[in-house]
């Protein structure tokens, strides 16, 4: 494995210094521009592995970052897609999780710049996700059957929906998902009054309405909750049990587990939405951002060098 940093943090302190950064920082009075900015600046907080490689590069005609540690050549790939609700993050601010997650994996990581709203609403994001896996395993000399998805939040559903659009429009199924805290419904309006330490109602409500458009709030490529399950890859879900989204994605998982699908669902007490975007600075991060590439790893493993 290589050499990663040495986290120092307790997730009681990383808490306590995270909740107030992100109360400022997705505060729903900043335009979604500025909301874009702050959270690319604080993304340095966020250490890189030793050895981490990031190239630039062009998937399907958007930007992306390809992320390696250590081995730059692998046969397995991750499609990655940011969370940010749709209308914030992007590869800058996902850089860290992506660099621990091709270290754990052993695999290419490519981190896509998808379309954001309100500047592009559904379906720009999911049409940019579903070309993007589709040149991987045609042009880039990655099989299906060594292309993961993952994805964090936004992007948890969005891989979601990915994967499901890929087995009804292509009958083509990646080996596995990796979702991190999915935000599978996003026109519910049940979340839980709770004190999340990164997300808030007014942020997450006002950019659920800036990607759907014009959408069905039911349409199965917006709300993957509303999909068919049926058909989709194993798939290993994190979610914090003190966080916004929890009710939601256990209600996705035994969504998923109803319609046959190999699911398991870890429930972390000691983390928060998202908690690997801090894998550098919080041991409990790290260790479960080294179980999800592991988990990616073990079913692209006919596939790995």
């Given at each position: 494995m290589p050499e990663l940093p040495t986290p120092q943090l307790s997730p009681r302190v990383a808490r306590t210094a995270l909740r107030p950064l992100f109360r400022v920082i997705l505060s729903p009075r900043w335009p979604y521009t500025t909301q874009r900015r702050?959270?690319?600046?604080?993304?340095?907080?966020q250490r890189l592995p030793k050895?981490?490689?990031?190239?630039?590069?062009?998937?399907?005609?958007r930007p992306a970052e390809r992320v390696t540690v250590g081995a730059t050549e692998?046969?397995?790939?991750?499609?990655?897609?940011?969370?940010?609700?749709?209308?914030?993050?992007?590869?800058a601010t996902h850089r860290s999780l992506a660099a621990y997650l091709a270290a754990a994996a052993e695999s290419v990581v490519y981190v896509l710049d998808y379309r954001l709203a309100p500047e592009h609403p559904y379906?720009?994001?999911l049409d940019d996700a579903?070309?993007?896996?589709?040149?991987?395993?045609?042009?880039h000399g990655f099989e299906v059957g060594g292309t993961a998805i993952a994805g964090d939040s936004a992007g948890g559903g969005l891989t979601a929906a990915t994967a499901h659009r890929l087995r009804?429009?292509?009958?083509?199924?990646?080996?596995a998902l990796g979702l991190l805290s999915p935000w599978t419904d996003p026109a519910s309006r049940e979340l839980p009054d709770v004190n999340d330490v990164v997300i808030n109602k007014g942020w997450v409500y006002s950019s659920a309405e800036a990607y759907r458009g014009r959408a069905d709030p039911a349409d199965p490529?917006?709300?993957p909750m509303h999909a068919d399950p049926t058909g989709l890859p194993p798939t290993l879900i994190q979610v914090g049990t003190e966080e916004m989204l929890y009710p939601q994605v256990r209600q996705y998982a035994g969504k998923l587990r109803a319609a046959g699908?190999?699911?398991?669902?870890?429930?972390?007490?000691e983390l928060w939405h998202v908690a690997p975007l801090q894998a550098s600075l919080v041991p409990e991060a790290a260790a479960a951002i080294d179980d999800f590439g592991g988990f990616l790893r073990a079913h692209m493993g006919a596939h790995a060098d």
């Open positions: 702050l959270l690319e600046l604080a993304a340095p907080l050895d981490t490689v990031v190239r630039d590069v062009r998937l399907a005609g692998r046969s397995t790939a991750i499609l990655y897609l940011h969370g940010g609700a749709y209308t914030a993050g992007s590869p379906p720009a994001a579903e070309a993007a896996y589709l040149e991987l395993v045609s042009e009804t429009r292509h009958a083509i199924t990646p080996p490529g917006y709300a699908v190999d699911v398991t669902l870890v429930e972390q007490p």
